[in-house]
């Protein structure tokens, strides 16, 4: 059974930085693309980062250059470093392969304000 479990969230001050993990587990982990997504109110769910099976990575233009995604391999996790923040960065993050349907783990909350 494929589970996702984000961890990381919180609150910050704009300007500011999180790291977000996510442990996956049910399935051979290192062969899969992995991707953050985040889900704001009443908007779609968006892919922000993308990370392939060979570790290169893509991002969404809208925090190319302020997030950062990495995995572990031997961990089973994916990682987002989000620095510089924004108002407009807060939503839930949630990790998931990205050609794969897999169910949605609980996510975890971002919120930027001030």
């Known amino acids: 059974q494929v589970q996702f479990v984000e961890s990381g969230g919180g609150w910050v001050q704009p300007g500011g930085s999180l790291r977000l993990s996510c442990a996956a587990s049910?399935?051979?982990?290192?062969?899969?693309?992995m991707g953050w997504y985040r889900q704001a109110p009443g908007k779609q769910r968006e892919l922000v980062a993308h990370?392939?099976?060979?570790?290169?990575?893509f991002y969404a233009d809208s925090v190319k250059g302020r997030f950062t995604i990495s995995r572990d391999n031997a961990m089973n996790t994916v990682f987002l470093q989000m620095d510089s923040l924004k108002p407009d960065d807060s939503a839930v993050y949630y990790c998931?392969?990205?050609?794969?349907?897999?169910?949605w783990g609980q996510g975890t909350q971002v919120t930027v304000s001030s």
């Open positions: 998931n392969g990205v050609y794969t349907p897999w169910a």
């Open positions: 049910g399935f051979t982990f290192s062969t899969y693309d």
């Open positions: 990370i392939t099976s060979g570790d290169r990575p």
